[in-house]
């Protein structure tokens, strides 16, 4: 079946990066596009980012348009997330998720990022 599994959260400095790794399994990768979506503490999902199937193309909420970026490695089954310029408010529970149709699909558990000094 389907798995995706976050990795890379941890604790920040405002205004230092942090790369988030999601690694996918159970199905063919490079297929599907892929999106980033956090969720802040007492709020709800946020989307963040939308990546196409080939990584050609990503889609950012303007709340990290210019500080974050995403890839992927689809010889590698992975898609990462490059965070820059880290605020405290980029605070939150960071998914991975499929992009089916324009809903998400799949979901994997979450890397928690705080960004606190």
């Known amino acids: 079946q389907v798995q995706l599994v976050e990795s890379g959260g941890g604790l920040v400095q405002p205004g230092g990066s942090l790369r988030l790794s999601c690694a996918a399994s159970?199905?063919?990768?490079?297929?599907?596009?892929m999106s980033w979506v956090r969720q802040a503490p007492g709020k709800g999902l946020e989307w963040v980012l939308d990546?196409?199937?080939?990584?050609?193309?990503?889609y950012y909420a303007d709340s990290v348009k210019g500080r974050f970026t995403s890839s992927r490695d689809n010889a590698k089954n992975t898609l990462y997330l490059q965070m820059n310029s880290l605020k405290p408010e980029d605070t939150a529970v960071y998914y991975c998720?499929?992009?089916?149709?324009?809903?998400?699909?799949?979901w994997g558990q979450g890397t928690q990022v705080i960004v606190s000094s």
């Open positions: 159970g199905y063919t990768f490079s297929s599907y596009a």
């Open positions: 990546i196409v199937s080939g990584g050609g193309s990503t």
């Open positions: 998720a499929t992009l089916e149709d324009s809903s998400f699909g799949s």
